[in-house]
């Protein structure tokens, strides 16, 4: 059965702060894998997404990283700002194009 | 460009009671899909359109859901009778390339409570 485990499942930083989120899958065969950033109230937006042959990949202070042979990737944060508050969640899509999403993390950054 | 753009943003409703949201993508998407959001959870998919096809709907509890995209452009998902268990957030998201290959695009979502 295709999965997505996120850890953790919430975490608080302090501004300025750097986080790093996990995200660990047991889809296959793989495609593609996206994090999306969740603010409250809003519909998910696309950070980032990873391919097989990619294993960093960076959107400002948002670094993505994919190791397709543990099949697991984290999205790490830097220098967080109080507008990185939000649900991060994990997307693996398979090569039959089904998603599978993750629970996502809950960060709150704090001044 | 517009996004996706659903509505009503917020409904609450008696149990039993029936509901309907709408939703309009971004123009030229040909794939639109309907998620449900429980509250700390990631969004679980109920139905796929590829034009005004059905492409997945194996999660949809049909008994109560219901969801069309009559012209191919703008859908409806309706739940009726509706259970407290429904109470969560309904987003609706829309892609451009065939198939679903490329990235979604996330309206902000109906918050439905049930009471």
């Known amino acids: 059965k295709n999965q997505v485990e996120q850890s953790p499942q919430s975490l608080i930083i302090l501004e300025g702060k750097n986080c790093t989120l996990q995200c660990n899958y047991t889809v296959s065969p793989f495609s593609n894998l996206r994090w999306y950033k969740q603010d409250t109230g809003r519909g998910p937006v696309s950070l980032t997404i990873m391919t097989f042959s990619e294993n960093t990949k960076s959107n400002g202070r948002y670094t993505a990283t994919l190791d397709a042979d543990t099949k697991q990737s984290s999205l790490h944060i830097t220098a967080s700002q109080l507008s990185d508050s939000a649900s991060y969640i994990c997307v693996v899509r398979a090569a039959g194009n089904k998603l599978t999403f993750g629970g996502g993390t809950r960060v709150l950054v704090k001044p | 460009e517009a996004g996706v753009a659903q509505s009503p943003r917020y409904k609450i409703i008696e149990k039993r009671q029936s509901v309907a949201f709408w939703c309009n993508p971004i123009s030229g998407h040909a794939t639109l899909y309907w998620y449900q959001q429980i509250l700390g959870q990631g969004p679980k998919l109920l139905i796929q359109?590829?034009?005004?096809?059905?492409?997945?709907d194996s999660q949809l509890p049909k008994d109560r859901f219901s969801a069309e995209r009559l012209k191919g452009v703008d859908s409806t998902l309706k739940i009726q009778p509706a259970k407290l268990e429904d109470s969560a957030v309904y987003l609706c998201?829309?892609?451009?390339?065939?198939?679903?290959?490329?990235?979604?695009?996330f309206g902000p979502g109906t918050r439905l409570t049930v009471l």
């Open positions: 998201a829309s892609s451009l390339q065939t198939g679903g290959s490329g990235e979604q695009f």
């Open positions: 359109f590829q034009n005004n096809g059905v492409v997945d």
